[in-house]
């Protein structure tokens, strides 16, 4: 793996994933997020279109994945874990610029096949360095990583908490589909950035307005859809 190498990633929300992914860009390479909820067929569709040669997976999903094309080698995040506290901890010679990829990720492919968009470190640094002076994110600001990480919400959620220096809360699966849970996580996590789709937040409000907890928000940031200002008058 080095610079502009693909690296695709099948990984449940959880530490395993935030490291494998910090592992791809410390070797020079770009990931391609991969949920291991869509169908086998779309996987492998995004795994054969991106041309990825190595997929970073987890023990529990193999029997799940599609069969792999010939020359992809998927390695286990969760392999032997003993056996990674002996490898080296010093960061690698290798440096992206800001030019070289840090992530291709794919459309939903509502009209047509999913297509791959390719993102170059300098992307994400604007994104960041631009709203930086709008919001003054720090190190107390406690974010939640709502999303899935093949949408493209998430690349903010992450890299936003831990650029940042910020706090980063991985919410699982299950509790990002039940208003009630992830309402209550936020309050027990004191979370202070929440990052939602107006249609999930309406869900939130209704969870504020029915067992009200103290929150510590200090911003609400939206996206992935038009936001109706009028929904927010509660």
């Known amino acids: 793996v080095g610079t502009d190498i693909l690296v695709g990633m099948v990984c449940e929300r959880s530490l395993d994933m935030?490291?494998?992914?910090?592992?791809?860009?410390?070797?020079?390479?770009?990931?391609?997020?991969?949920?291991?909820?869509?169908?086998?067929?779309?996987?492998?569709?995004?795994?054969?279109?991106?041309g990825v040669r190595v997929l970073l997976t987890q023990d529990s999903l193999r029997v799940s994945l599609p069969a792999m094309p010939a020359g992809v080698e998927l390695?286990?995040?969760?392999?032997?874990g003993a056996t990674w506290s002996t490898c080296d901890s010093g960061n690698l010679p290798t440096r992206p610029a800001a030019e070289n990829l840090a992530y291709v990720i794919y459309t939903s492919g509502s009209t047509g096949q999913p297509k791959g968009v390719?993102?170059?470190?300098?992307?994400?640094?604007?994104?960041?360095?631009?709203?930086?002076?709008?919001?003054?994110?720090?190190?107390?600001?406690?974010?939640?990583?709502?999303?899935?990480?093949?949408?493209?919400?998430?690349?903010?959620?992450?890299?936003?908490a831990l650029l940042y220096g910020?706090?980063?809360?991985?919410?699982?699966?299950?509790i990002s589909r039940s208003p009630e849970e992830f309402y209550q996580l936020v309050a027990s996590e004191q979370?202070?950035?929440?990052?939602?789709?107006?249609?999930?937040?309406?869900?939130?409000?209704?969870?504020?307005?029915?067992?009200?907890?103290?929150l510590a928000l200090k911003w609400v940031v939206f996206g992935g859809e038009a936001l109706e200002l009028g929904t927010l008058a509660p």
């Not at 979370?191 to 103290?214: C, H, I, K, W, Y």
């Open 18 to 50: 935030v490291v494998g992914l910090l592992a791809i860009l410390k070797a020079g390479g770009a990931y391609v997020p991969l949920d291991p909820t869509y169908p086998a067929e779309r996987l492998l569709y995004m795994i054969e279109d991106s």
């Open 75 to 80: 390695v286990d995040l969760d392999f032997a």
């Open 118 to 160: 390719e993102v170059e470190h300098r992307n994400v640094a604007r994104l960041m360095r631009t709203t930086q002076a709008h919001f003054d994110f720090g190190a107390r600001d406690v974010w939640t990583l709502f999303h899935s990480y093949a949408f493209d919400f998430s690349v903010w959620e992450l890299w936003g």
């Open 166 to 174: 910020g706090r980063l809360v991985v919410v699982p699966y299950a």
């Open 191 to 214: 979370v202070t950035v929440l990052n939602q789709t107006p249609s999930a937040f309406r869900q939130f409000m209704r969870g504020d307005a029915e067992m009200p907890q103290t």
